[in-house]
């Protein structure tokens, strides 16, 4: 076995949380997007740089707040616990919903992007031909942002799968349940155990590539089909 | 063209000064996370009576230090919360002078949202705990510790699935202090400090449950020559300091547990 | 079809859209004018792609828009040709032609089929719009605003970007369309050649207004208009064939108010046509002129008499029965003539350009 079972355990779990998070911010992020895109609100600059926050702020700042804010003192914990579903720290879901903060804007802004560069033109032919606005949306916008929606989820998913600070913060390294693969690592390398990190590391290194080459070489819109 | 010349000038003079070698007469002090308000006391005390000298301390995992002393950090004592790690260092040849044990550590329970003065670690099997915090048994002396008392115990089959691993003793803290774990085993050190102390109760857990934590320290290497390194650590065995230790619950070298 | 109503104001940085227009309900209407002149403006607040805050448009009975009601764009059974073709890149041509129709629903395959005929583009469904050449595109574009069965058909400078081979190659279809089909066109151009070859209805619009509106061959005829079209000046008559001389090669057409002869196009007697007679082509005389090489010389009487855009020339417009022509003169021969309204004139015309092909 290259790897251990506790090492297997944590590249699952990484992989469960990267999937689910890229899946989350492509339903919330897209009409995130689609607004930022299109829209000429006054207060669209601050709703962008709100977006934009996770880029600059240090993950561990970011996940020192999510914990205080998640805690059972602040105004997400009191939330989770007036609905009866107690405390997000320490749990999958804490992660889940901590990542899809921090990586908002690897989804929403590669898609805004895309959705800017599409026009208007494209949605006022639509509507020329009967086409109401929702329906030009997946009819017209979304094939024609394809390639961005490609870049913002290979985007999202892998920062998910690199993310640290933020998990290391609130996860409390709990196996099957917060012990992601990047901190497996960094636990091994406080541990001494070297050996182990290089290989956890490696094989992260190897399947990330793989994926990102995947994505390169097999890109949509840049074959001309038909 | 001028211009540009003016300003890579000014870029380069800004870089080099930032960059400038430190003074002579400063030093950095790598201090294990539980060592943080005792530290700070001490250092604040040495710095009094020795205005000219500079000390800095840097706090965190002992684990993590001992890593980066091994590459090359630029730290001039090391302060370990597991005399094994500064033995290791001395081994590789990487310590000035023989390694010193400065202390013994003790772990204790604490809560901001209960009284753990009325606590023992078998109420740690109360349903009403849900998260009990520790620092990371693989990797952090306080950590493995914790484990050892609760193996000992027989308790930890009953409440491993409640553990929520900080990445050092003091990261384990936070967890208890935002609320997020109700009960901790942390440093009696961190227990004791004015944070803490002001907002919880302790209870100390019997060191019979476990391996004692020897704290050792080392000068490094590179501080071979630094008479202010030798300065400070003299100063830390002396009888201030040693007052400081003594008030957060360190047992001193030579001396009984007081408890 | 009870025509078009439209009453749009808008107010931009430095732009004003004011306009109150009834229109024919069927026919071409040119919308004219240069550039900034709003008639790409008035077309996008027809078609619901502008929002003018309070204007009026009614068609063919039913309101589109008034102080309480708003048909957005895609309820409104229209067909818009954009500027650039904009055909969808994710679609073939097929794909293109059928987005609108799936949409516009009762549309049979056969009147799809018609359209692909109209335009000639049966050869090309399966590819991608970008393979296609610009006339291509352009064709494309009609047709697929064709497919959606609309009441009202939009075009907006639909030839503008292409060169002069494609336009010459796309006029026909249009023409097509405008005598084939019996849909009213909205027709946006700033190109006499093109108002002049397809328009029945004439909209002259300049910095946001309407200048004039009305039947193409008296609105080009008016002379009272802050406008003018320099070489571009003159009359477009309807005519119909009337007879082929084969010797020459020449062919008869009759107008009310006369016969020309034209160059044998090959069109057959009794087909009806268009003829244009550019103001610069006609030449006045006092007197009947004698052989000359012009040999269409008709009698006339003249109307007005007005300023062109030079100092030096002047333009007169001449009656003969229910048509006038324009006639481009210098200032000194009009004096030497003493040309003035009311006065008979014999009118040469040395070029007469056959529109219809």
Same mark, same amino acid.
């Given at each position: 076995?290259?790897?251990?079972?506790?090492?297997?355990?944590?590249?699952?779990? *990484?992989?469960?949380?990267?999937?689910?998070?890229?899946?989350?911010?492509?339903?919330?992020? *897209?009409?995130?997007?689609?607004?930022?895109?299109?829209?000429?609100?006054?207060?669209?600059?601050?709703?962008?740089?709100?977006?934009?926050?996770?880029?600059?702020?240090?993950?561990?700042?970011?996940?020192?707040?999510?914990?205080?804010?998640?805690?059972?003192?602040?105004?997400?914990?009191?939330?989770?616990?007036?609905?009866?579903?107690?405390?997000?720290?320490?749990?999958?879901?804490?992660?889940?919903?901590?990542?899809?903060?921090?990586?908002?804007?690897?989804?929403?802004?590669?898609?805004?992007?895309?959705?800017?560069?599409?026009?208007?033109?494209?949605?006022?032919?639509?509507?020329?031909?009967?086409?109401?606005?929702?329906?030009?949306?997946?009819? !017209?916008? !979304?094939?024609?942002?394809?390639?961005?929606?490609?870049?913002?989820?290979?985007?999202?998913?892998?920062?998910?799968?690199?993310?640290?600070?933020?998990?290391?913060?609130?996860?409390?390294?709990?196996?099957?349940?917060?012990?992601?693969?990047?901190?497996?690592?960094?636990?091994?390398?406080?541990?001494?155990?070297?050996?182990?990190?290089?290989?956890?590391?490696?094989?992260?290194?190897?399947?990330?590539?793989?994926?990102?080459?995947?994505?390169?070489?097999?890109?949509?819109? =840049?074959?001309?089909?038909? | 063209?001028?211009?540009?010349?003016?300003? !890579?000038?000014?870029?380069?003079?800004?870089?080099?000064?930032?960059? @400038?070698?430190?003074?002579?007469?400063?030093?950095?002090?790598?201090?294990?996370?539980?060592?943080?308000?005792?530290?700070?006391?001490?250092?604040?005390?040495?710095?009094?009576?020795?205005?000219?000298?500079?000390?800095?301390?840097?706090?965190?995992?002992?684990?993590?230090?001992? @890593?980066?002393?091994?590459?090359?950090?630029?730290?001039?004592?090391?302060?370990?919360?597991?005399?094994?790690?500064?033995?290791?260092?001395?081994?590789?040849?990487?310590?000035?002078?023989?390694?010193?044990?400065?202390?013994?550590?003790?772990?204790?329970?604490?809560?901001?949202?209960?009284?753990?003065?009325?606590?023992?670690?078998?109420?740690?099997?109360?349903?009403?705990?849900?998260?009990?915090?520790?620092?990371?048994?693989?990797?952090?002396?306080?950590?493995?510790?914790?484990?050892?008392?609760?193996?000992?115990?027989?308790?930890?089959?009953?409440?491993?699935?409640?553990?929520?691993?900080?990445?050092?003793?003091?990261?384990?803290?936070?967890?208890?202090?935002?609320?997020? @774990?109700?009960?901790?085993?942390?440093?009696?050190?961190?227990?004791?400090?004015?944070?803490?102390?002001?907002?919880?109760?302790?209870?100390?857990?019997?060191?019979?449950?476990?391996?004692?934590?020897?704290?050792?320290?080392?000068? *490094?290497?590179?501080?071979?020559?630094?008479?202010?390194?030798?300065?400070?650590?003299?100063?830390?065995? +002396?009888?201030?300091?040693?007052?400081?230790?003594?008030?957060? +619950?360190?047992?001193?070298?030579?001396?009984?547990?007081?408890? | 079809?009870?025509?078009?109503?439209?009453?749009?104001?808008?107010?931009?940085?430095?732009?004003?859209?004011?306009?109150?227009?009834?229109?024919?309900?069927?026919?071409?209407?040119?919308?004219?004018?240069?550039?900034?002149?709003?008639?790409? =403006?008035?077309?996008?607040?027809?078609?619901?792609?502008?929002?003018?805050?309070?204007?009026?448009?009614?068609?063919?009975?039913?309101?589109?828009?008034?102080?309480?009601?708003?048909?957005? *764009?895609?309820?409104?059974?229209?067909?818009?040709?954009?500027?650039?073709?904009?055909?969808?890149?994710?679609?073939?041509?097929?794909?293109?032609?059928?987005?609108?129709?799936?949409?516009?629903?009762?549309?049979?395959?056969?009147?799809?089929?018609?359209?692909?005929?109209?335009?000639?583009?049966?050869?090309?469904?399966?590819?991608?719009?970008?393979?296609?050449?610009?006339?291509?595109?352009?064709?494309?574009?009609?047709?697929?605003?064709?497919? !959606?069965?609309?009441?009202?058909?939009?075009?907006?400078?639909?030839?503008?970007?292409?060169?002069?081979?494609?336009?010459?190659?796309?006029?026909?279809?249009?023409?097509?369309?405008?005598?084939?089909?019996?849909?009213?066109?909205?027709?946006?151009?700033?190109?006499?050649?093109?108002?002049?070859?397809?328009?029945?209805?004439?909209?002259?619009?300049?910095?946001?207004?309407?200048?004039?509106?009305?039947?193409?061959?008296?609105?080009?005829?008016?002379?009272?208009?802050?406008?003018?079209?320099?070489?571009?000046?003159?009359?477009?008559?309807?005519?119909?064939?009337?007879?082929?001389?084969?010797?020459?090669?020449?062919?008869?057409?009759?107008?009310?108010?006369?016969?020309?002869?034209?160059?044998?196009?090959?069109?057959?007697?009794?087909?009806?046509?268009?003829?244009?007679?550019?103001?610069?082509?006609?030449?006045?005389?006092?007197?009947?002129?004698?052989?000359?090489?012009?040999?269409?010389?008709?009698?006339?009487?003249?109307?007005?008499?007005?300023?062109?855009?030079?100092?030096?020339?002047?333009?007169?417009?001449?009656?003969?029965?229910?048509?006038?022509?324009?006639?481009?003169?210098?200032?000194?021969?009009?004096?030497?003539?003493?040309?003035?309204?009311?006065?008979?004139?014999?009118?040469?015309?040395?070029?007469?350009?056959?529109?219809?092909?």
């Amino acid at each position: 076995m290259l790897l251990t079972d506790s090492d297997q355990q944590a590249l699952w779990l *990484t992989l469960r949380l990267a999937g689910i998070v890229t899946l989350i911010l492509l339903v919330v992020g *897209t009409p995130i997007a689609w607004w930022l895109a299109r829209t000429r609100a006054w207060w669209k600059g601050a709703v962008a740089a709100v977006v934009a926050m996770p880029l600059v702020l240090p993950p561990s700042v970011l996940g020192f707040y999510l914990l205080l804010a998640m805690g059972p003192q602040g105004p997400l914990g009191q939330f989770t616990q007036a609905l009866g579903l107690g405390l997000l720290p320490f749990t999958f879901w804490g992660l889940v919903i901590a990542s899809v903060i921090y990586s908002l804007p690897f989804m929403v802004q590669p898609l805004q992007t895309a959705f800017q560069a599409i026009g208007e033109r494209p949605l006022e032919v639509a509507a020329t031909l009967r086409a109401s606005r929702l329906d030009a949306f997946f009819t !017209v916008a !979304v094939p024609m942002a394809l390639p961005g929606f490609v870049s913002a989820c290979v985007l999202t998913f892998a920062h998910t799968v690199g993310e640290f600070g933020v998990v290391l913060m609130i996860g409390g390294s709990i196996p099957g349940e917060t012990r992601v693969a990047a901190v497996q690592i960094y636990d091994h390398v406080e541990a001494l155990d070297y050996l182990d990190a290089h290989r956890l590391a490696g094989v992260l290194l190897v399947f990330s590539f793989l994926v990102l080459l995947a994505i390169h070489v097999w890109r949509p819109g =840049t074959r001309k089909i038909g | 063209m001028k211009p540009v010349i003016n300003v !890579v000038a000014c870029l380069l003079a800004a870089l080099l000064c930032l960059v @400038a070698p430190a003074r002579a007469d400063k030093i950095t002090v790598a201090a294990a996370s539980d060592l943080k308000y005792a530290m700070d006391e001490i250092a604040d005390g040495f710095r009094k009576a020795h205005p000219a000298d500079q000390v800095e301390v840097v706090y965190g995992s002992s684990g993590k230090f001992f @890593a980066q002393i091994r590459n090359g950090a630029p730290y001039d004592l090391f302060f370990s919360a597991d005399v094994a790690y500064p033995r290791e260092l001395a081994q590789l040849g990487h310590a000035a002078a023989p390694v010193r044990s400065y202390a013994l550590g003790r772990i204790a329970l604490w809560s901001a949202v209960m009284d753990a003065t009325r606590m023992t670690l078998d109420s740690l099997t109360d349903p009403a705990i849900t998260r009990i915090a520790i620092a990371n048994p693989r990797h952090a002396p306080y950590g493995k510790r914790a484990e050892e008392a609760l193996r000992a115990a027989g308790l930890w089959d009953k409440v491993a699935h409640k553990l929520v691993n900080g990445e050092s003793v003091s990261h384990a803290t936070h967890f208890v202090q935002t609320g997020n @774990a109700q009960v901790g085993m942390i440093a009696l050190s961190l227990a004791l400090g004015p944070d803490l102390a002001s907002k919880g109760g302790y209870w100390l857990i019997p060191d019979t449950l476990h391996q004692p934590l020897e704290q050792g320290y080392v000068i *490094t290497r590179r501080a071979g020559n630094s008479a202010l390194a030798k300065r400070f650590a003299d100063y830390v065995e +002396g009888p201030q300091a040693r007052a400081v230790m003594r008030r957060y +619950g360190f047992i001193l070298p030579g001396e009984d547990a007081a408890r | 079809m009870s025509g078009l109503r439209a009453r749009f104001r808008l107010a931009w940085p430095g732009f004003t859209l004011d306009v109150d227009l009834g229109l024919p309900g069927q026919g071409v209407t040119a919308l004219f004018g240069h550039s900034g002149s709003g008639k790409t =403006t008035l077309l996008r607040c027809v078609a619901g792609l502008e929002r003018a805050p309070d204007g009026l448009l009614r068609v063919a009975g039913e309101t589109w828009q008034d102080g309480t009601r708003w048909l957005p *764009t895609h309820r409104r059974p229209i067909g818009y040709v954009f500027q650039e073709a904009s055909l969808f890149p994710h679609l073939s041509v097929l794909g293109n032609l059928r987005y609108g129709m799936r949409r516009a629903g009762g549309a049979p395959a056969s009147a799809l089929d018609h359209v692909i005929d109209l335009l000639g583009i049966g050869h090309l469904l399966s590819r991608r719009p970008d393979r296609l050449s610009g006339g291509e595109r352009s064709r494309v574009a009609i047709a697929r605003a064709l497919a !959606v069965n609309p009441r009202l058909l939009l075009l907006d400078e639909p030839l503008a970007a292409l060169d002069h081979a494609r336009k010459q190659e796309i006029l026909p279809y249009l023409e097509r369309l405008r005598d084939e089909l019996s849909i009213p066109m909205l027709y946006v151009s700033h190109v006499p050649d093109e108002v002049a070859r397809l328009a029945d209805h004439l909209v002259v619009m300049r910095e946001g207004r309407v200048l004039a509106s009305g039947p193409l061959a008296e609105t080009l005829v008016r002379l009272d208009l802050p406008f003018r079209l320099g070489g571009d000046t003159g009359a477009v008559l309807a005519a119909e064939v009337g007879a082929i001389d084969a010797q020459w090669h020449l062919a008869r057409v009759d107008f009310a108010g006369g016969s020309l002869l034209v160059r044998d196009h090959g069109i057959a007697v009794g087909r009806r046509v268009r003829v244009r007679v550019l103001a610069r082509d006609v030449s006045l005389a006092a007197a009947h002129p004698g052989p000359s090489s012009i040999q269409n010389v008709l009698k006339g009487r003249i109307e007005v008499v007005a300023d062109d855009e030079h100092p030096g020339l002047i333009l007169v417009r001449v009656r003969l029965g229910q048509t006038a022509l324009l006639a481009s003169l210098t200032r000194r021969a009009a004096a030497a003539l003493e040309i003035v309204p009311g006065r008979d004139v014999w009118v040469q015309v040395k070029t007469v350009a056959l529109l219809d092909e």
